[in-house]
């Protein structure tokens, strides 16, 4: 009984970091002057030489403690329960947490667009970590919640996360400079709801099997 009240004090860790990801995004741009959120990636708000850097940084690196103890708890709270994707689904999903917060954390851009640097350049391998296991942990989660009936809207939400990924992907590469960060933007936000999505769920989930 006190394990499941703890487990559903974590499960909202997932919604509390995806507030704090928002606010980075909107004091970010504010104390940005000139930030164009049409063309610029969300990364150049909280790239070294950024002036929104010092208000920005704070909110990113809340999200990210938050949504990492979310990923762990949740793998834990799952390993095993419903089966077996859904466990790998949920460990592929806490180790891309982890990448995206230390990678991201220590390798953030070293000025605004790309410089080329080995630390711009170690940000670029940490953001395609990201992506697949992002995509790992989708594949995995559609499988294992339509495998489980009951909760298989989940494998329907799992699998539109999974197209707009894809979807986003496409435009980055077709759409001119001046709106990659429309794209962008379609990749980022969509793991960032699907991660209050789960939260909520699991929240749910929790309370019901006690």
């Known amino acids: 009984m006190k394990n499941n009240k703890l487990f559903r004090v974590f499960s909202l860790f997932g919604l509390i970091g995806v507030t704090f990801y928002f606010l980075h ?5 504010l104390f940005y002057e000139g930030y164009n959120s049409m063309a610029q990636a969300i990364s ?21 403690i938050f949504t990492v103890i979310f990923s762990t708890y949740f793998f834990v709270y799952f390993k095993g329960k419903i089966n077996k994707c859904v466990t790998f689904g949920a460990g592929f999903f806490c180790i891309m947490n982890f990448i995206s917060f230390f990678g991201y954390t220590f390798f953030p851009l070293s000025e605004a667009g790309y410089a080329g640097t080995f630390q711009d350049k170690i940000h670029m391998v940490v953001t395609v970590l990201v992506v697949i296991f992002t995509l790992l942990a989708l594949i995995l989660f559609i499988i294992g919640f339509y495998k489980a009936k009951s909760i298989n809207y989940l494998g329907t939400i799992s699998l539109c996360a999974f197209i707009l990924l894809l979807v ?4 980055i590469n077709i759409l001119p400079k001046e709106y990659f960060g429309i794209a962008e933007r379609i990749n980022v936000y969509t793991v960032v709801i699907y991660t209050g999505i789960l939260s909520l769920w699991m929240n749910g989930y929790v309370r019901i099997n006690k």
């Open 25 to 29: 995004v909107i004091f970010g741009s």
């Open 44 to 64: 150049d708000l909280t790239a070294e030489d950024s002036p929104s850097r010092n208000i920005a940084m704070p909110f990113s690196m809340i999200y990210g």
């Open 168 to 171: 986003g992907a496409m435009l």
